[in-house]
């Protein structure tokens, strides 16, 4: 079931596009700001709303990098991967934030409160290495302020 | 020297509210296109100062507006800016989106009358959260002072825009691809022909314009065709924005004319090397452009130079392999870019791109044999131009190929050694 916010918000986007469909991935994203991740019933209330085979929005949905079909943590570390930040050091960071959370790539905290997950570019290449938790980015990291980057995330 | 796209950008205040902006000549350019231009003459004026597609093609951007089919004046028509710069190393766009939105909006104002576009939208990259509400703020300002909406400046166009912010997939870059993005679906790529200009969102004529090539537009509408050609003394028109990436000493991005030179790029912009780090490589327009090297430092940087030196300007944000980082490490990172944002559409790539990833991190984990670095080769001639569906795949081998000719002898010593010499 879809909350009469979340109809609303998505009756905006369905509005603003020639086919119903056309809004779906707007739809996902709206979801999602509320739940955090798109659950199976999620979709399902999705697919039925927009008028699309639950099939075919979950095409769409596996496909984008940052829809997230399993459940997530209250605050997700996106760490940059790519080239810029591989040259700049960005392993010493994923080493240091694995050795903090005690989680790895793709994993999530037992306490919810963090997911880790590597992330490509985040397009502030002149200063690597780089993540991003929640809205925020984080840039020309050392592993120092880590740890008080991290005490801000409840 | 003239920097007409970064002028009225500084780091140290918010960008240029529209007040502000018009105090300082902007929206003129829509002023003088709409009140004393025809939509042709927009056209033939962009067609002449020769301003080439931004994101990489290089293509003449006033002959793509050309092929849009202009005989139906009912016909839907869409502009796009394709703000989604996802590739590994560029963030040039970046700095137009965060640093003088309304030069952008402003020039797909222009561009949208010389095509009779009623519909843009901006498809801007996920992680611009910034760019993304300075964008929100300039475009309702946009509205209100009357530039956007129906009947901008009494003349009877009409324009609607709006801001897509899409959900992380660098295949959205492609411009069939970023179409079916906007269209709600897979960001496969679409066949061509038709070409987008005549058939593309929802299957109406659409042009899809990079950043950093809109935000020229406001400028040649003012000061001509021949003024933008005579901001460069080299073959190619207009200046460009340059970005680098990786161990110098002053990173960054700066706009200059087209015949900056790589020698001068790495070291009077960025400073040089940092301390105790040579410099053995670049890719001159983001990871998917070929390598050059020592020899090639003196190359301009411009489409026709950087080619003849057997590369591309791509992008113009060049990324810096120094002598304390692993060519091969180097080259695994990309390429494990690549197979991960494949779209999966074709089966070269889809099947391709995992597989030279997987060899590469043999190599570099000490397990490689020599008859892998036939298989790379291979790799290289099978996801080459013409055997996939899109250029992701091509791009994708760029520097792979340049890595295999140019920093051979570090693949070979992985491989003898059975470790890597860096680690
Ligand atoms: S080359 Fe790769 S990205 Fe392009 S269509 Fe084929 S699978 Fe998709
Ligand atoms: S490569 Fe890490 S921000 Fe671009």
Redesign the pocket.
């Known amino acids: 079931m879809l909350t009469a916010e979340e109809i609303r918000k998505i009756d905006h986007e369905i509005a603003l596009v020639p086919v119903r469909k056309a809004a779906c991935i707007e739809a996902l994203k709206i979801v999602q700001e509320h739940r955090g991740w798109i659950s199976d019933e999620s979709l399902l209330a999705i697919a039925a709303h927009i008028e699309m085979s639950a099939e075919e929005l979950d095409s769409v949905a596996t496909f984008y990098n940052l829809i997230f079909r399993k459940p997530v943590g209250r605050n997700i570390i996106l760490l ?9 050091g ?1 392993e010493q960071i994923y080493d240091h934030l694995k050795a903090r959370l005690n989680i790895k790539f793709g994993e999530t905290t037992p306490d919810a409160r963090f997911t880790l997950l590597p992330n ?6 002149d ?4 993540l991003m938790i929640n809205h925020d980015l984080y ?1 020309d990291l050392t592993i120092n302020e880590l740890d008080e980057i991290l005490k801000t995330y409840k | 020297m003239e920097m007409p796209l970064t002028q009225h950008i500084s780091f140290n205040r918010p960008p240029l509210n529209l007040n502000d902006y018009a105090h300082v000549g902007g929206y003129q350019g829509v002023h003088r296109a709409i009140k004393a231009m025809t939509p042709q003459e927009v056209m033939t004026v962009v067609q002449e100062s020769d301003l080439k597609g931004r994101g990489g093609a290089g293509f003449n951007t006033g002959t793509k507006w050309s092929f849009v089919p202009m005989n139906d004046a009912k016909q839907t028509k869409y502009l796009i800016a394709n703000a989604d710069e996802m590739e ?4 040039k766009d970046r700095l137009l989106l965060e640093g003088n939105p309304h030069q952008l909006i402003e020039g797909m104002i222009v561009s949208a009358y010389a095509i009779q576009a009623n519909t843009a939208y901006i498809f801007l990259r996920w992680a611009y959260k910034k760019a993304a509400r300075l964008l929100r703020q300039a475009i309702d300002e946009a509205y209100a002072a009357g530039y956007l909406g129906n009947n901008i400046l009494s003349s009877g166009f009409n324009l609607e825009m709006h801001l897509h912010t899409g959900v992380g997939r660098y295949i959205c870059g492609e411009e069939t691809a970023l179409l079916n993005a906007l269209e709600g679906k897979r960001a496969t790529p679409r066949t061509k022909p038709p070409f987008p200009q005549v058939s593309g969102l929802f299957g109406k004529p659409t042009i899809v314009n990079n950043v950093e090539t809109l935000s020229n537009i406001p400028h040649i509408i003012n000061k001509g065709a021949d003024w933008f050609k005579d901001l460069s003394p080299g073959a190619d028109a207009g200046t460009k924005l340059y970005g680098i ?1 990786g161990k110098v000493n002053k990173p960054g991005i700066w706009e200059l004319p087209m015949h900056t030179t790589i020698r001068q790029l790495i070291e009077e912009h960025a400073g040089g090397m940092k301390d105790g780090f040579k410099f053995r490589g670049v890719l001159p327009g983001g990871a998917s452009t070929d390598f050059l090297i020592e020899e090639h430092l003196d190359v301009k940087m411009d489409y026709k130079s950087v080619a003849a030196a057997g590369s591309r300007l791509g992008t113009g944000t060049m ?1 810096i392999l120094d002598d304390h980082t692993c060519p091969v490490g180097f080259v695994h990172n990309l390429e494990h870019f690549f197979a991960q944002e494949s779209c999966g559409w074709c089966t070269p790539c889809r099947e391709g791109l995992p597989w030279t990833e997987k060899i590469l991190l043999s190599i570099e984990n000490g397990q490689g044999r020599m008859e892998d670095l036939e298989l790379l080769e291979m790799h290289t001639k099978y996801m080459g131009p013409g055997s996939t569906f899109c250029a992701l795949a091509p791009g994708a081998m760029e520097p792979l190929q340049s890595s295999l000719k140019y920093f051979k002898a570090d693949f070979e010593k992985h491989i003898n050694e059975k470790k890597c010499p860096w680690r």
């Open positions: 940059c991967d790519s080239i810029s930040c591989y040259v700049m960005y490509a570019c985040l397009g502030a290449c200063h690597a290495p780089t840039k | 590994p190393g560029a963030f990436s990324i």
